[in-house]
């Protein structure tokens, strides 16, 4: 074996067994050895038989099998962790090397997710600021933090408003490039803690450098020395010490944002007090990525090499449930413990699937199209498909071996059942957000600004077609009103007293003129006034009338009363565009009101618009006001759909014996067209394909 192993006393096992580390400076890795495999370095001799080293180790106490013993040279041989002293060795070993090599393509699937470039070796600088920065470590600096970070939050409880205006900042460019740096100077500081946490442990801290995930660059720190140690505390708080650094670095942000005026650096310590932490956070507890969470929670339970031991326990209850296959477990465990891994591995690869398809739709999206539709196809099928085809083809193989319980059995009855469902075609029903109104409605508003004089109805009375409602006056109206009364009457005496000469009949027919303008104004006036009497413009009820009473003014843009038919109603919904090809003319369905103790109401669907509304025209349908319809709104009154939304025309199959008075809101429950349902979710998906392939 090779001279420069160094071989260090480890953490007992999960049972409580003694351990020890071998570990390989050339590579920096360790190896965790039983008492059995240091029994086998200790007794080693090189060049001896395997029947006669086995026969030694038999008279020195321990009796090992010739298996046991070549599993333990292949493990050796396989890492490099024997000298190479013929030709042959080093042809080994060279044949290692060339098989673990990739060529470019797959280097290029392998390490696209994420390449590390170490930049430099810090171990010799930390080894001389630790002892310098040891009060950074010391308990009355963690409790002043503390203190300074509470006082802190509570100074920007009290102002609040101007705390969470700053964010405004990072609107300019100015404010983007000062989050850049900050982002930088906070990861920065995250990575350093865990090389002081680790130098301070007595830890070599490999390197340092710069990672790209997803071609976005982070920062890493190689703590791999942590593994000598022997606590799992210690273990624990070179793991934790970035997510500490970035809170302690939040709490005195906080605080600092208190006393910073405004400007930059004030923005910066609102980044490093809100957003810097909470990504750190959601980033780095993660249990199902190798972060920090990961190693925080292998450690915590004590298992090593967590997810590789638990995807084997995965597997194994995975095919025992569905193919009753009675493989032994991967290796002995309680219970619990056997349980906890095979959930840990199912929730693992079920964040991974949805992980993994969100980085596919980011490559896709981050590179121009030909690229991105590569990546994309790479991404799915080396990360998603193919584990899942291996996987399958395992089950392939072994399917002799399978065996059908009646709780199994049942088990695939009910999927095969549902695979069979979800390709029938089935009806739909179509919900459809829908308004009920009257189809003859009239909100009544004045000509121009006047006074009521009279007010000649009141709430729920019948009308007439006709029927006068409310008398106005306009004291302005009167007056030019009778200003060309008395111009008229001045005219006409003009004319009549006018005699025979020429010139008198030159003036008479310019007065003949002025008389008949002066007529036509007073058409104009009294078909003004004539306006300001509101009349019910057809039969019906009066529906919403304003407290009106004699003397009060009211302008052109107040609404005075509100008038409808109640025995012709119709119904106006909204339909989403997946559902458009489910409903058409002549489609049935029933409308349910939003009204307690309402009546559902039978409909027919008379016409579906072609094009998707730019507005919705009924606030009560959105979503700002308890409607069915996801809304924005983009100004005042104007809300838009979220996503397309036709309108569908439609009519009761029988009148409403009491009529409506007001519009009222429901949901129609349409039958539509029968359809499969994994049917409709291929075509959606070809459709999206297709819709992605147009260059």
Known sequence: MRQNLRLLPGVPDEDGAPRWLLFDPVRNKYFALSAEALYLIRHWRAGLAVGSFLLE????????????????????????????????DSARIYQQYR??????????????????????????????????????????THYLV?????????????????????????????GLALYGLTLVVVKSAHELGHAFAAR?????????????????????????????????????????????TELYLALLATFLWNLLPDGPFRSAAFFIATTSWVTSI????????????????????????????AF????????????????????????????????????????????????????????????????????????????????????WKRRRECSMGMSRLLFWVLATGLLIWSLLPLHVSVPVPAILKAQSEQTLFVSEPAAIAEVRVKQGDLV??????????????????????????????????????AREKAGRAITEQQYRRLLERRTGLLARQGRLQVRAPFAGRVTRIERLHP??????????????????????????????DLVGAGSKGVFIADRPGAAALAVEIRDVDIGAVFALPYGELGSEYGGNIAVRRIAEDRLVPEEGRYRVAMVLDAPIAAGIDARLPGLVKVEGEPRSWLWYQLRRMLAILVRESGF
């Open 282 to 309: 959601l980033v780095n507890i993660s249990p199902f990525l190798r972060f920090d969470g990961y190693y925080a929670f292998s450690d915590w339970l004590g298992i090593e090499n967590l997810q590789q031991r």
């Open 57 to 88: 180790l038999k008279e020195l106490g321990p009796d090992y099998s010739a298996e046991e013993l070549a599993a333990f040279v292949d493990f050796i041989v396989s890492n490099n962790l024997n000298e190479a002293r013929s030709v042959e």
């Open 146 to 174: 503390i203190s300074l970070g509470l006082l802190g939050l509570v100074l920007v409880v009290r102002q609040w408003d101007t705390f969470w205006s700053t964010f405004l900042h990072f609107f300019s460019l100015e």
């Open 464 to 501: 007439e077609a006709g029927q006068l409602l409310l008398r106005l006056e306009s004291e302005q109206l009167n007056f030019e009103l009778q200003q060309v009364e008395e111009e008229i009457r001045l005219a006409k005496l003009l004319l009549d007293r006018s005699g025979s000469s």
């Open 312 to 395: 084997a326990f995965g597997r194994w209850r995975l095919r025992q449930l569905l193919l009753g296959l009675k493989d032994p477990l991967p290796e002995p465990q309680p219970r619990g413990r056997a349980r906890l891994m095979v959930s840990y591995a199912w929730a693992t690869w079920l964040y991974r699937f949805f992980l993994f398809l969100g980085i596919a739709l980011l490559v896709y999206h981050l590179f121009f199209k030909v690229l991105g539709i590569l990546l994309f196809a790479v991404e799915m099928l080396w990360f998603i498909v193919l584990p899942i085809w291996r996987e399958v083809s395992v089950w």
């Open 200 to 244: 301070r442990q007595g830890c070599r801290v490999a390197s340092m450098g710069v990672a790209f995930l997803v071609m976005f660059p982070v920062l890493y720190t190689d703590t791999t020395d942590a593994w000598r140690l022997r606590s799992k505390s210690a273990r624990l708080r070179i793991v934790t010490a970035g997510v500490r």
């Open 99 to 140: 098989a673990q090599v990739l060529g470019f393509w797959r280097w290029l699937i392998h390490h696209y997710l994420f390449i590390r470039i170490p930049l430099f070796r810090p171990d010799a600088w930390l080894s001389r600021w630790v002892p310098r920065l040891n009060w950074l470590f010391a308990p009355v």
């Open 551 to 580: 003397g009060v003014w009211v302008g052109t843009d107040m609404p005075l009363l509100s008038v409808v038919d109640p025995t012709r109603v119709h119904v106006e919904g909204y339909i989403g565009e997946q559902y458009l």
